[in-house]
Structure formats: C-alpha cells, structure tokens
C-alpha cells in the first residue's frame, strides 16, 4: 500500500470511530502524524543518527533570491522548505545543482497556498505569458529554463512537465477557475492527486548530468522510485 492508500485507510478509520464532524487541528496533526508515521516503518526507514545545516547552500540560496519582490515573504515561509528538503536528501548533489533544487522547491511551495495562487495568473504562465516578469510566475519559468545546467534531458524533460502537471492539477481543483472539476469518482480523485504530487521532478533530482551523464544508467529505477 503506496502513503496515499495508507492516508485514506486512516481517514476511513477514523471516520468510524468519530462523529461525522469537521477534525479539530488537533486532531488533524495527530492523524497526519500517524500516517506518516506508519508510512516511515512500512519503508523501513532509518532516522539519521546526525543533521547538519549545510551553510553553503543557505548562504548560496540567499544570494540567489536577494532582491526579489517577495524576497522577504518567501525566505520566512518556504526557503526553510527548500533548504530541509535538499539538505536531507540531494546532499550527493554539486552545489550548484543543490541551489536549483532549493530554489525549485521554495516556488513551488510558495505557490501551494490559495491566496498566493488564486492572485497569480496561471493561465498566462501556461501559455507561456508572464515568463519574463519579475513575480513568482516569472521566477518560476526561468528556474525551470536554467534546470539543464544540472540535470540531463529525460531529467530535465521530468522536472519541467512535472511543475507544468502541478499548475494544470491546481486549475482543476480551484473553484474559482472555469476548468474545476468536483472528483465524481475515486479514480479521478486519484488522477488529480497524482498530478498535484509533482514527484516525478523530485525522482530525476537524484541523477545529476554530470554523475550520470548516460540516462539509461538509471532510467530503469523510475518505477521503484515512484513506489516511495
């Protein structure tokens, strides 16, 4: 059972045990907290036995978004995302490509917010509008255009039409957009979550071009990847 079906078998538990009232924030952090929690020991997964910050990429990253015009409100909000998540996981990574990785991330979860998304015109940036402005659509797209520097093209190609899946998964749940759907089935709803998920960005963030130049090397480990 992959961590979405596990997620749905604690909701449905729960569901039975409680008044079919809205959870209480409590209540949610907990259940979050279960399901990932028995999601980590189906994986086998192992805590590391030490963290350490890797200043070189958060002094990088902060260079990299001085000056921006949301510079302040992304850094106290979503850098701290894209550092953890890199830090914790692409450490193999060159800095250059740990930067773009850090970067990808805190757009990205700048973005997953309904007030910062329902203001940005994703539309536009879809047909290719707003891609030289200086807002988050505009730093997006040229986080995007730069993102060959580090990985390879089946990579590159991963990472691009993951972000575009993302953006074209959100028009469909927003309601406020002509295009949403309401899931009438289980399958669509599992449609929209696998296109919400962006996760087949973040398996190409594993092979770098220039540890990996040769894509058939790896290729053949994207399903087991997808599994996690």
Known sequence: MNFLGMADTAIGMASHTQDLTAPTTEETLRLVRDT???????????????????????????????????????????????LTLTEAA???????????????????????????LNNLR???FLNGSYHDED??????????????????PFGTSMIITGMMRWFA???????????????????????QRSMSGNGEGYAAFIWQKSQFPDERVWINALPYVHRI
């Open 169 to 191: 998964a959100e028009i469909l749940t927003d309601p406020c957009d002509p295009l949403f759907v309401k899931p009438s089935n289980r399958p669509f709803a599992d449609y």
């Open 90 to 116: 692409y450490s193999h990574l060159d800095i250059d490509a740990r930067v773009a990785v850090a970067i990808y991330t805190s757009l990205n979860t700048a973005c997953d917010d309904p007030k910062v």
């Open 122 to 124: 994703v539309r536009d």
């Open 36 to 82: 990932v929690g028995c999601y980590l020991q189906r994986m086998s997964f192992t805590p590391l036995a030490s963290y350490s910050r890797d200043m070189e990429l958060a002094e990088r990253v902060k260079a990299a978004t001085a000056g921006w015009d949301f510079e302040t409100d992304i850094r106290l909000k979503h850098v701290v995302t894209g």
């Open 135 to 152: 807002g988050l659509l505009g730093h997006i797209a040229r986080s995007l255009a730069g993102i060959h520097h580090h990985f390879p």
